[in-house]
């Protein structure tokens, strides 16, 4: 599985943003889809995950302002930013594992590149 995210950009304070992550590769379906998050001099961490089966799972920082989607026919999915703070900028990963409830980076097998988040106070 290939992945290439998408989206990120300079936002103020309250602002949205979408994320988009293109998958190529079989079996999409099959793999339970993660977002990530690694601000400078911090380690990497779970935002929100889209398990096979339609689950969705977040951390406590962004719940209630960010939303996890996928589209299986596009083979893509989606984190959907609302109300964004200035301690959400980070680089943002999309990630794709088989199974469910991986929330740990060493757990998901494939990785895309990471797209700048940053929130402007």
């Known amino acids: 599985v290939q992945l290439q995210a998408s989206g990120g950009g300079l936002v103020q304070t309250g602002g949205s943003l979408r994320l988009s992550c293109a998958a190529s590769?079989?079996?999409?379906?099959?793999?339970?889809m993660g977002w990530f998050r690694q601000a400078p001099g911090k380690e990497r961490e779970f935002v929100a995950a889209?398990?096979?089966?339609?689950?969705?799972y977040y951390a406590d920082s962004v719940k209630g302002r960010f939303t996890i989607s996928r589209d299986n026919a596009k083979n893509t999915v989606y984190l959907q930013m609302n109300s964004l703070k200035p301690e959400d900028t980070a680089v943002y990963y999309c990630?794709?594992?088989?199974?469910?409830?991986?929330?740990?980076?060493?757990?998901?097998?494939?990785w895309g590149q990471g797209t700048l988040v940053t929130v402007s106070s």
């Open positions: 990630a794709a594992t088989r199974g469910i409830w991986r929330t740990r980076p060493h757990e998901y097998a494939y």
């Open positions: 889209s398990w096979t089966g339609g689950n969705t």
């Open positions: 590769g079989r079996a999409f379906s099959s793999h339970s």
